[in-house]
């Protein structure tokens, strides 16, 4: 049911794929007001991500979910009204806050329901709800947007009612799976555990992780604006396409993910999946039809199969049982990070510099962060 409230809110989420095209055509942004906002929007996610962490270990994952998927409702309409940079970035970053800190608390609350032995299928399947509604989402929301872009705020807040309703509805009161609480083996050693913040050549392998991140989130910012100034596509294509992506992470994934447990070692599948999100953006100032697109954003989600996953489990495997949860914070940290720089840099350089010159240098820094990331995970 987690999973099915998940997709049912994903399946909602169409004003994020949208945001950069509504401000440039409705609103009349500029690229660089663009990235501003969904700068804010990065912040917001930051700020949302710990704020929910900390609600959670004081009011509990059913109340946190609650509120945040009730108090987003009134937030998406009431988004259309305002105009002004200064109005949109301060909704946004408010939008963000809330949404965002749904994140931690549901998977809190995936840990509490599943049972022990599923707890790693429980995630992996609450993931794949997350990418099928992304690629449900999209499609409908270019269809709204067609008709007018209030709607696709209209269609997340119907996303977000009735995602409020099936969780309070099948888990109000409903009790988690009990667990018996083992006496836990006292360490050998009195010595405190050693900080991620001191591990250096962690502190490297997440400074390249934020920055294939920066990369890849382009995704969400300059990409759509990309295929409506470059391509000439409609609100409807554009849904398709990114539909596509979050098709194709469902059907793959967990196919790619076995394969790469077995054939490759943490270092290669980092290093290939680095390297495909370089040739996606690396197709795309081909002077080609609008089959390239589908090639890229195909690659580009290979690239998210093979790295991102494995990003997490190197952080897993390099902390040890009394400090994962810092390593995985300062994992976490990287990448929602990146959601702040992404869009800011992104639209920056494609309004100066043109769109091609911000694919060629993606791919270029991409190319690098590939062969740092193998060295670096190859020392770790």
Known sequence: MLALVMLVNRTGAMVLPFLSIYMTQALGFTIQEVGTVLACFGLGAVTGSWLGG?????????WVQTLSLLLSVPLFL??????????VSIAIYVLSVVTESFRPANSV?????ARPENITRAFSLNRMAINLGFSIGPALGGFLA????????YGNALGASIATLTFILFFYKRKGTVRTKQAEPIPASSQAPKSPYRDWLFLLFSLLCCIYAICFFQLLSTMPLFYQKGHFLNEQQIGIILGFSGLIVVIFEMLLVHIA????????????GTALCAVSFALLPLPTGYWILYASIFMLSISEILAMPFMASVAVKRASKQNQGAYMGLNALAFS?????????GTRIADNYGFNVLWWGTATVLVGVAIGLYFVVRKM
Request: no cysteine.
């Open 109 to 113: 609350s995936v840990a509490r329901y």
């Open 146 to 153: 067609s008709i007018s872009y209030h709607w696709i705020f």
């Open 78 to 87: 009431v988004i259309p009204q305002f105009t002004s940079v200064e109005a």
């Open 261 to 272: 447990e077995r054939r490759l070692n943490y270092a290669s599948s980092i290093f290939w």
């Open 54 to 62: 900390w609600l959670t270990d004081r009011f509990g994952n059913f």
């Open 337 to 345: 990070t990146a959601h702040v720089f992404s869009p800011f840099l």
